[in-house]
C-alpha cells in the first residue's frame, strides 16, 4: 500500500467537524454522486465534492480536454491536452482523497448506459453543455422516475444561474418544452433571466442559429457556480432544508454589479 493510502478519512476531514454533525458526516461519506459532464463546472463540482469527503463519484464525459479549456477547467493542463477529461478529473479527485470511489466513463451519457451509470445514485449534477438539450432529457427523465434530485448551473460572463429539479416538482420538459417543442430562445430566457451587457440580441440570435454557446468566459464563474451548486446539494441532501431556488425558479449571481437573487417563474 502506498504511504498516501495510508491517511485516513476522520483525519483528512477532521475540520468539517463543527459545521457538519457526526450525523452529517456519516451522511457525506455514504454519498454516491452522479455527475454528467467533467468540463469547467463537473470538474469544479467533483473537486469540491471529493474535498467535502463523498464517498462515492462517478463522472462521464467523452470530450478530451483542449488548449482553450485551461483557462478555466479544472485539470486542464498542458499535459492534459488531448486526454479525456472524466478520467483526467478522476485521477485528481484519487489524489485528493485516495479512500474515495470514483467511476470515470470516457463516452457520452445515452439511454444505452445512462441506468448503469446512475444505478443507486443518491442525487446528480447536471453539467452537459447548455445546448446539449436530448442528452440532459435522459438524465432527467432518470431522476424523475428514480425519484433524484438534480442539481445544475449556467454561467454567461460575469454572470451565473444555480437551480435544482425536485423529482416530484416541475419536470424538465415542463420548463423546456412550448407546444411540445423545444424553444432555444425560451430556454435561454428560463435559465438566464438576467444577461450581462455582453449578450447582445445579435449574439442571442447567433447563438440560436448556431446551437452553440460561444462567449468570452474566463477562470472565476465556474468554480463559483459549483461552490453554489454544492452548497443547495448540502442544504437539500445533507442538512435537509429547502435549497434558494427550485425550478423553474433561478438564482441568479451578478458578479460585476455584486448581487444574488431569486427569480420565481410560473
Not at 130 to 145: D, L, M, Q, S
Not at 202 to 214: P, R
Request: charged fraction near 25%; hydrophobic fraction near 45%; charge should be neutral.
Amino acid at each position: 500500500m502506498n504511504k498516501e493510502n495510508n491517511f485516513l478519512y476522520e483525519d483528512i476531514f477532521s475540520r468539517n467537524i463543527g459545521i457538519f454533525s457526526y450525523e452529517e458526516i456519516k451522511k457525506i461519506k455514504a454519498l454516491k454522486v452522479g455527475i454528467v459532464g467533467a468540463g469547467a463546472l463537473g470538474g469544479s463540482t467533483a473537486t469540491m465534492l471529493a474535498r467535502l469527503g463523498v464517498g462515492e463519484i462517478r463522472i462521464i464525459d467523452p470530450e478530451d480536454f483542449e488548449i482553450s479549456n485551461i483557462n478555466r477547467q479544472f485539470c486542464a493542463y498542458v499535459d492534459t491536452v488531448g486526454k479525456n477529461k472524466a478520467q483526467m478529473v478522476k485521477k485528481e479527485l484519487i489524489r485528493i482523497n485516495p479512500n474515495i470511489k470514483v467511476v470515470a466513463l470516457s463516452e457520452g451519457i445515452s439511454n444505452s448506459n445512462v441506468d448503469e451509470f446512475l444505478l443507486n445514485i443518491d442525487v446528480i449534477i447536471d453539467a452537459i453543455e447548455f445546448f446539449e438539450i436530448e442528452k440532459e432529457k435522459i438524465i432527467y427523465t432518470y431522476a424523475r422516475n428514480n425519484r433524484i434530485w438534480v442539481f445544475t448551473a449556467q454561467a454567461v460572463n460575469n454572470l451565473f444561474t444555480v437551480t435544482c429539479f425536485d423529482p416530484s416538482g416541475k419536470s424538465f420538459e415542463e420548463i423546456i418544452l412550448d407546444d411540445g417543442k423545444i424553444n432555444l430562445r425560451s430556454i435561454i430566457d428560463k435559465f438566464f433571466p438576467v444577461l450581462p451587457k455582453e449578450a447582445t440580441k445579435k449574439l442571442i440570435n447567433e447563438v440560436i442559429d448556431k446551437k452553440e454557446l460561444h462567449i468570452s468566459s474566463y477562470s472565476v464563474p465556474a468554480p463559483l457556480g459549483a461552490s453554489f451548486v454544492v452548497n443547495e446539494l448540502i442544504k437539500k441532501i445533507i442538512k435537509e432544508q429547502r435549497p434558494s431556488a427550485i425550478a423553474p425558479d433561478i438564482l441568479v449571481v451578478d458578479m460585476e454589479n455584486l448581487y444574488i437573487k431569486t427569480i420565481s417563474k410560473k
